[in-house]
Nanobody, 124 residues
């Protein structure tokens, strides 16, 4: 059974940085879409950044230039480096992975495997 476990969340002041990690068991971050999503209270879960099956990266407009998604296939880890954080980035952040090859990597419906999330709180 695939398990994704996020870590690295916490509280930070506006302008600060946080690096999230996601470790996978019985799953390799190769050949499938992998992504970070986030969800704030009362809001829908939204995609933040994805790595496609060809290893290209893409980002939500709200985080472009501030967030960087990367993966380490050897360590079986997915990362999200978040810089210049604002209070609007406060959310529970989730790691996600797809189990079927697809070129469409945006949207929650693509992903079969989810972590339990790690909270990031940004204060002004």
């Amino acid at each position: 059974q695939v398990q994704l476990v996020e870590s690295g969340g916490g509280s930070v002041q506006a302008g600060g940085s946080v690096r999230l990690s996601c470790e996978a068991s019985t799953f390799t971050f190769i050949n499938y879409c992998v992504a970070w999503f986030r969800q704030s209270p009362g809001k829908e879960r939204e995609g933040v950044a994805v790595i496609g099956t060809d290893s290209t990266t893409s980002y939500a407009d709200s985080v472009k230039g501030r967030f960087t998604i990367s993966k380490d296939p050897v360590k079986n880890r997915l990362y999200l480096q978040m810089n210049n954080l604002t209070p609007e980035d406060t959310a529970m952040y989730y790691c996600a992975a797809a189990s079927e090859a697809t070129t469409q990597c945006w949207g929650t419906a693509v992903y079969n495997y989810w972590g339990r999330g790690t909270q990031v709180t940004v204060s002004s």
